[in-house]
């Protein structure tokens, strides 16, 4: 990119010469603009520069705190079927404590469900803190 704008400018010098001939214009004016135009081009690529920097980081710690945040949803996904196992296993078992048979269940999957219609309890809440 760099090198084209050279080129270009170059070419530009080149017929700025050419007419500098014929039309008498300021040859050295012509070439210091040009001059003060690459100079000013040139700090505005190192500000792109650092500027495409700072994104790429700001990216990659992005894509490091959505790795982390998706662990935390897997591990609490997880804790998450434990505890609904846990509480069906509690649920059957106090119903078998209270009539002193066991009602019966239908196994679907991982889980475990009862003929009975149940009223949703709730299992209480649980605070996730990041290290």
Known sequence: M????IVILFAEAFVIVALAKSEK??????IFQIYK????QGIVMKAQGVE??????TVKNQQTEIERLNAIITNL???NTEINVGAIQTDH???SHD???KPESVEVGDE???DEIEKEKPRGIFVVTST
């Not at 760099?2 to 704008?5: D, E, G, P």
């Not at 135009?37 to 000013?40: P, S």
Request: aromatic letters at 4%; glycine letters at 4%; zero cysteines.
């Open 25 to 30: 214009v300021d040859l050295y004016s012509e």
């Open 37 to 40: 135009t690459m100079k000013a």
């Open 112 to 114: 475990v469900h009862h």
């Open 52 to 57: 495409i920097s700072h994104l790429k980081d």
């Open 99 to 101: 009539n002193g048979s």
């Open 77 to 79: 996904q997880t804790v």
């Open 2 to 5: 760099a090198t084209r704008v």
């Open 93 to 95: 078992d106090s119903m």
